[in-house]
């Protein structure tokens, strides 16, 4: 799982000792100097080959001034030592290729691919960004990517403020934790996931098996968190049903911009594996054109109950209702009953209630699952069924479902058309999450 580790400050300097590590951040506008000690320009960044698990520096940008703007790029079998103040070449300047490329090897530029480039804590289901990274210099001479630095030490070695902050934290807290740890991911737990704009590998700490052990909503608030490049890249990769419970988690806006950054085929599919009710929603808000495009796209059955719900105002017990419930005729036994839900289960939003409908489709009764496991097998559904139950109707407000919902106890309510027929239902979550919005929107309106 990729998570970071906080690897102690003075263990990494004794570590230093035997195997140098070094940062990007001390790295970075260092003097470079050619073979006779003259300076040709300051190190501007680091090429790596990706073809490796830790991956080995194969190149230096360098940054020449503002006189001669033109950068020049050196490998690094061109580098004799990065020892002292300077980083010493082998050669004169005139062996260095003008310009910032890329050595024929796939590689990208560290410094412009990764820092500042968020990426996936699934240890801690969060978003942290890359503020350093870190190296290994091995006996042979070439310098390994090994860490990515996600701490705020990170942060301030980079903008060159670690001497001044850390003497000022030793001298108010000499224990703090900011002296003891630097917070590193390891650079194995980085998993490839898109490429970038500019055609480098952007790369994001998580793996496809361990988004699956993230609760939706914690993946929801990961796509919140992220920028909107990263945020499509993470979920353009998700498999569709993690993609969909995801979507179903975020927010509204959020949700039309998820939803818009994918391929229509791959929408359509999506909307096919949530809620009818959350898609209609989505929908809803989409503009006319591309709302027939996704519906055209969807399963014919999903597509007519979106429809279908689309036909009410959203803040409308309508609006709110979903059309995936258990409904079986009253002549069952509960044995029957048992046998016929184990195949309505997984279509099914709340499996609690079960309702009882005439050949008509209208409402005669409703049980509770908790009902079915105390009768006896033999019983008839209209037997024990609770009849007339409590409905709301779908033009009703938010508020009255939930005054129903609340004086009665119920996990969901039913919506009836004027004939009695059963058109869905409304759950408890539903009605929460119109309810929360509302008070916002009331206690807003009621501020000076």
């Known amino acids: 799982m990729a998570n970071h580790t906080e690897t102690p400050t003075e263990g990494t300097r004794k570590l230093a000792d035997a195997a140098?590590?070094?940062?990007?951040?001390?790295?970075?506008?260092?003097?470079?100097?050619?073979?006779?000690?003259?300076?040709?320009?300051?190190?501007?960044?680091?090429?790596?080959?990706?073809?490796?698990?830790?991956?080995?520096?194969?190149?230096?940008?360098?940054?020449?001034?503002?006189?001669e703007p033109l950068p020049l790029t050196a490998r690094w079998r061109d580098v004799e030592s990065m020892d002292g103040p300077a980083i010493r070449l082998r050669g004169p300047v005139a062996r260095l290729v003008p310009g910032r490329r890329l050595p024929?090897?796939?590689?990208?530029?560290?410094?412009?691919?990764?820092?500042?480039?968020?990426?996936?804590?699934?240890?801690?289901?969060?978003?942290?960004?890359?503020?350093?990274l870190h190296f290994l210099r091995v006996p042979t001479g070439d310098l390994h990517l090994v860490h990515v630095d996600v701490g705020f030490r990170g942060l301030v070695r980079r903008l060159?403020?670690?001497?001044?902050?850390?003497?000022?934290?030793?001298?108010?807290?000499?224990?703090?934790?900011?002296?003891?740890?630097?917070?590193?991911?390891?650079?194995?737990?980085?998993?490839?996931?898109?490429?970038?704009?500019?055609?480098?590998?952007?790369?994001?700490?998580?793996?496809?098996?361990?988004?699956?052990?993230?609760?939706?909503?914690?993946?929801?608030?990961i796509l919140t968190e992220l920028d909107g490049r990263e945020r499509e890249s993470l979920f353009g990769a998700l498999a569709p049903d993690l993609a969909a419970q995801a979507l179903t988690e975020v927010d509204p806006k959020i949700r039309v911009h998820l939803i818009a950054s994918v391929p229509p085929e791959r929408a359509a599919?999506?909307?096919?594996?949530?809620?009818?009710?959350?898609?209609?929603?989505?929908?809803?808000?989409l503009p006319e054109p591309q709302t027939s495009l996704l519906l055209e796209r969807m399963e014919r059955?999903?597509?007519?109950?979106?429809?279908?719900?689309?036909?009410?105002?959203?803040?409308?017990?309508?609006?709110?209702?979903?059309?995936?419930?258990?409904?079986l005729p009253a002549h069952l036994t509960a044995a029957e009953a048992f046998e016929r839900?184990?195949?309505?289960?997984?279509?099914?939003?709340?499996?609690?209630?079960?309702?009882?409908?005439?050949?008509?489709?209208?409402?005669?009764?409703?049980?509770?699952?908790?009902?079915l496991l105390l009768v006896s097998p033999a019983a008839r559904l209209e037997?024990?069924?609770r009849r007339d139950p409590v409905s709301v109707r779908p033009d009703d407000s938010p508020e009255r479902v939930a005054e129903v919902t609340e004086k009665y106890n119920l996990l969901a309510v039913p919506v009836l058309d004027a004939q009695g027929k059963l058109l869905g239902i409304v759950t408890v979550d539903d009605v929460l999450t119109h309810m929360t919005g509302l008070a916002w929107k009331?206690?807003?309106?009621?501020?000076?």
């Open 20 to 67: 140098p590590f070094v940062f990007y951040s001390s790295l970075h506008a260092r003097p470079v100097v050619d073979a006779a000690g003259t300076v040709v320009g300051y190190l501007d960044d680091l090429a790596v080959s990706v073809a490796e698990m830790l991956p080995s520096v194969t190149a230096l940008a360098i940054r020449r001034g503002r006189i």
């Open 104 to 132: 024929s090897e796939p590689s990208f530029w560290v410094g412009q691919v990764l820092l500042d480039r968020q990426i996936i804590d699934t240890a801690g289901a969060k978003v942290v960004r890359v503020n350093d």
């Open 160 to 221: 060159g403020w670690s001497e001044t902050i850390d003497a000022l934290v030793r001298r108010i807290a000499p224990k703090a934790r900011y002296l003891e740890a630097e917070a590193l991911i390891d650079w194995r737990d980085v998993h490839p996931l898109a490429r970038g704009g500019t055609g480098e590998v952007l790369r994001l700490s998580v793996g496809r098996t361990e988004l699956h052990s993230l609760h939706p909503a914690e993946l929801a608030d």
């Open 269 to 285: 599919d999506l909307l096919d594996r949530i809620p009818p009710d959350e898609a209609a929603d989505l929908l809803a808000v």
């Open 301 to 327: 059955e999903e597509a007519q109950d979106v429809q279908r719900l689309l036909r009410y105002e959203q803040d409308t017990a309508g609006g709110m209702m979903t059309t995936e419930f258990a409904t």
């Open 341 to 371: 839900l184990r195949g309505l289960a997984p279509d099914v939003e709340l499996i609690y209630y079960v309702y009882v409908l005439d050949s008509a489709e209208r409402l005669k009764g409703v049980i509770t699952i908790r009902q």
């Open 383 to 385: 037997e024990f069924m």
């Open 442 to 448: 009331w206690k807003l309106a009621r501020l000076p």
